[in-house]
């Protein structure tokens, strides 16, 4: 049950006289809870959490240490999926992500997993979706107005640009980027780079391996086995699971190619984003 905000104890936590905080919910230490927020009953806030106005965290929600949220986000409520009844399920969003303005995060159902996760360290920016039973890992940076279907899984450091669409069960490879206004049918292998109306596979996310301090070396190897993998013009090559069987062989000890290949081999219910060929007919890789 909703009540009017305690006044302020020792933890040295504020919450305005207009927020309605449940009696029930778990607070931790310098809380700040702004003007016309709602904090439901069974919601667990970290320390350091920071409301800042207009904000419903409501179901069974457990917010990390040092999360921000701003202004008219809903984060916890019942999922868009019509054979969700009332089920205990969650949502978990790990410490000091940033959910700007208007994103919506509903809890997981029991018929997918039964919790929706977002990593520490994220960013969601406004306008953003996350939905029913996604997983998101850490350092993701979702854009504004990106739209995710149910069960969709983000590995950590992906980039999702602004007005993406994700469909339901697609997965998305550790530090891969999916660009703008793309449309993200089957899934993304790690370290890949998409872009399109339907994305197309056009390379890897090499801002971010140099980035990230990967040697000139160990990217030579990875841009060698990436085009071994993904030729530019596959017309007369190896069918790509020979293609792929040649990659495991000469760079399977390779730590990123292994990652790729593992992403590759696991189970999965969209098969793969196909890759933009110019000039020639495309492939379907692993669909």
Not at 222 to 241: C, D, K, S, W
Request: glycine share 12%.
């Amino acid at each position: 049950m909703h009540q009017p905000a305690p006044q302020p104890t020792a933890s040295s936590s504020t919450i305005h006289p207009s927020a309605l905080v449940s009696s029930d919910a778990r607070i931790g230490n310098n809380i700040r809870i702004g003007p016309w927020c709602s904090v439901g009953p069974n919601v667990v806030l970290g320390d350091d959490v920071q409301l800042i106005s207009h904000v419903v965290i409501d179901g069974h929600t457990e917010i990390g240490a040092g999360v921000q949220f701003y202004p008219f986000c809903t984060v916890g409520l019942a999922p868009q999926d019509l054979k969700y009844r009332g089920e205990p399920t969650r949502c978990v969003i790990g410490a000091r992500t940033v959910i700007r303005e208007n994103v919506t995060i509903h809890r997981g159902t029991a018929t997918g997993g039964g919790v929706t996760r977002v990593g520490s360290d994220c960013l969601i920016m406004a306008n953003a979706h996350v939905a029913h039973d996604c997983l998101l890992g850490d350092r993701v940076i979702i854009v504004n107005n990106v739209v995710m279907g149910g069960h969709v899984e983000i590995g950590n450091d992906a980039r999702i640009m602004g007005a993406a669409a994700l469909h339901q069960f697609v997965r998305i490879g550790r530090a891969a980027m999916v660009g703008g206004v793309c449309g993200v049918e089957s899934d993304v292998i790690p370290y890949g780079s998409v872009m399109g109306n339907r994305a197309r596979l056009v390379g890897l996310h090499w801002v971010w391996l140099r980035r990230s301090g990967v040697s000139p070396s160990d990217m030579h190897r990875l841009r060698h086995a990436f085009r071994m993998l993904y030729p530019r013009q596959p017309v007369g090559t190896p069918v790509f699971e020979q293609r792929l069987a040649h990659v495991r062989a000469e760079f399977g000890d390779d730590p990123r190619v292994a990652e790729i290949l593992g992403f590759i081999d696991a189970p999965s219910r969209r098969g793969l984003v196909r890759v933009a060929i110019k000039g020639a007919t495309e492939e379907s890789e692993g669909a």
